[in-house]
């Protein structure tokens, strides 16, 4: 009976101390959690005081301190004294710590400590294109949508610093018949452009309107600018071809020439008014233009074809002239550029560019060489003067002593007396 008793007291003792243990244990393992707060971007001066933790004196003095903010990145920022009081040493970016976390550990034992970001007004609302450009047909009916905008503001999503509005704010021209404005849904990242009213090509070629994007921020608002072009595509009358064929007044040049371009107009798309050029090396620019661009439907649309690696581009795609850039990539020497010309109606055609680029000197040597004649042409052209000279003498000559006899009858006799050499000049 006495050992059973033994046993039993060894036993409680036993479940007391592992109890206590296990206690322990979870005394040791649990977590304490504290929590400030901060504002990004803030300009000092440093360093600043953030708060006090709630955290005893002793557990700051024997728990080692790391972290974000401490020696983790954004290193330096913060610091801890051995009161608990935290310190700001320098400005954290909200887009890039959303939050810091303060790690306290010792042996087993950890917790953490999270000092979250407030985020500030500190990003501009931005656009996806510096510029939009459409073509509109000049019968589109009001209430049709004309281009859609997009922007963005990288501030904290869900708060006034990331939500924007979408306005107009000018129109270039200003006319009466018209009037634009933008539709954008609550909280949306887009807006839509419709009108009022109508387009007449007659009063307005081209609109040019500056969109605006401002944020709801409380303490400041931001903004930028798109700009939005629409270029109006006018519906002319064009000639009917039986008419053009049916024109008689075949002594007047221009008139044939009109047949001509019309009928060309009708059977290809636009083409190149001059299709060789030459350029200085040091030229950045060259100006290419349409061939009869009032015969097609505007605007006439230019897009470089094929492979240019790199080395040309054009300024605008819109219009009867655009300007091709040279890049500094482009060697001396020649080279070929396909362009594809189309007007708003899809009527196109595929274009070679000849362009000759040279290392020109003062006098621009190399330019004046296009409008040089061949010399060789010139010299054959100077040597044939005495013979036809010589020829027109004779038959002259000829016609004297036989009135009867026609003109190449007399040619053909002066040929005969002249030298094989002469006659094999002519």
Known sequence: ???????FLVAVVCIQCATTSKLN????????????SMEEEQTGPFPYKL???????????EYSIHGQGIDQDPKGILSINRNGTVYVHGKVDYEQYKRLRINFSKENTRFVVDIDILDVNDNTPVFNRDVYERAV?????????????????IDQSGTANSEFT?????????????????????????????????FDYEKAQTYTILVEAKDHGEKVQLSSTSTVILNIIDKPNYPNPEFVEKTKDAADPSVFLRQVAVKEKLETGPMLEVDKLTMCLSDETTDITALNPDLYSKPLY?????DIQEKWRLQSNYGTSVKLIKKSSVHVGDHKLILNISDSQGQFSLQTLSIYVCECNDSAYCKDQAAKPNMFAVAAIILTIPALLGVLSIVCQMRAKKPGKSHMQLVEE?????????VETR
């Open 166 to 198: 979408l306005r107009i704010l000018s129109v270039s021209p200003s006319t009466s018949t018209t009037q634009f404005f933008i539709y954008q849904k609550k909280g949306d990242q887009t807006g839509t452009m419709f009108f009022k009213g109508y």
């Open 25 to 36: 244990i979870r005394k040791k393992r649990a977590w304490i959690v504290d929590e400030l």
């Open 137 to 153: 047909d000049e019968s589109t009916q009001q209430g049709t949508p004309l281009v859609t905008v997009l922007a963005n503001d």
């Open 302 to 306: 230019f897009e470089l074809a094929g």
């Open 414 to 422: 002066s040929e005969q007396s002249l030298s094989p050499d002469v």
């Open 1 to 7: 009976m006495k050992t059973i008793v033994i046993v």
């Open 51 to 61: 708060g006090d933790l709630n955290i005893e004196k002793k557990v700051i003095e």
